[in-house]
């Protein structure tokens, strides 16, 4: 008996490329999962960094080389006038609209505050926020063709 007779072969092959939605909802998936990241962090009271490397070229030599930069994350987290936190989930530099008028959510304290990203992000991983995030990537797009 052959070895790959065991396997379940299929014809099918790799899209070459993502969907539109399944990019948006696996970038902004990526940012929340950095939020958390920083979250986490700032709970341990160590500081989290992103490496990431840019080409530079010597302007003496013409030579390029890459050099590893610290990627800067701003949190999307703050305290209202009740004390208690708010997360706004921005799509670049849009808020998104996560209901009708509501745009962050409100958590009692940061215990809650990791638990409460990876509830966003599996929503958006699900699909529930294609909406706003379609609706915030056209405003995007409408900024740069001016």
Do not use: C, H
């Amino acid at each position: 008996m052959s070895t790959l007779s065991k396997l379940n072969l299929t014809a099918v092959k790799k899209s070459a490329q993502m969907s539109p939605v399944q990019y948006r909802r696996n970038k902004l998936a990526k940012r929340l999962w950095e939020q958390a990241q920083l979250a986490k962090s700032k709970q341990t009271g160590t500081q989290y960094t992103i490496p990431q490397f840019r080409t530079v070229k010597n302007l003496e030599t013409g030579e390029r080389r890459q050099v590893e930069l610290q990627k800067r994350v701003k949190q999307w987290w703050f305290t209202t006038e009740t004390g208690k936190l708010a997360i706004s989930i921005r799509y670049g530099n849009k808020l998104l609209e996560l209901a009708r008028g509501k745009f962050a959510v409100e958590i009692a304290d940061e215990t809650a505050l990791v638990t409460t990203l990876d509830v966003i992000r599996s929503a958006v991983l699900n699909g529930e926020l294609d909406a706003a995030i379609e609706a915030a990537s056209a405003k995007l797009r409408a900024g740069f063709g001016k």
